[in-house]
């Protein structure tokens, strides 16, 4: 059989061979050391919602945040702008520098007449196919939720997605006038309700 060690020794001897070393002062660890810090914008998290609660957020290219908010027809450069409830509401689509490229793509002064925008957000076709896909993400319908509602509301999210790609959660867009006009006009309703602010940021 195998002789059993014994790795008991003399506390004293092994007191004296070990030297001690305050770990957390040679490595230079401290809490939450690697933690992500917190955004300092919280303040930029508006939104807009219109009567079907699509996603917007201020830009950094936003001239509300410099007080140009544009409440008349006269600052409209795309001339198909109207007149919103708000003077937040009132963005021409030549304010944002993301809508730019689309316009110089297709040689048009307002994204309205830009054919990937027909084609994204006021084909009946299109929206049918996304709204399927709502069906499957979201479940059914409630009983008086009106199909112009629930198209409206894809044809808004098919534009930011067009524009910005995807925006994480409570990232929204303030959609230009001439866009929600646009699209209220194709799939019209008794009452819009317009710009809100998400639940729970003020």
Known sequence: MASR???KSNESDSD???PEIDICLKLNVQPYQYEPLRRQEPSQQIVNEDSDSEPSQIDDEDPTENGN???DLDSCS??????????RECKCCNFYTAIESRLEEASVKCITEHEGFVANCLNRWVLETSFYEYLHENGPLEE???IHKVYRHLAYRRFVRWIWQRLGKNNRRILPSCVVNKIRTAFPSQQYCGFKYP???L
Not at 78 to 87: G, K, L, Q
């Open 16 to 18: 004296e061979s070990i």
């Open 199 to 201: 639940s729970g940021s």
């Open 5 to 7: 060690v014994d790795f």
């Open 69 to 71: 908010i544009p409440s």
């Open 144 to 146: 008086n939720e009106l």
């Open 78 to 87: 795309c001339e198909n702008c109207t007149i919103m409830p708000t003077a």
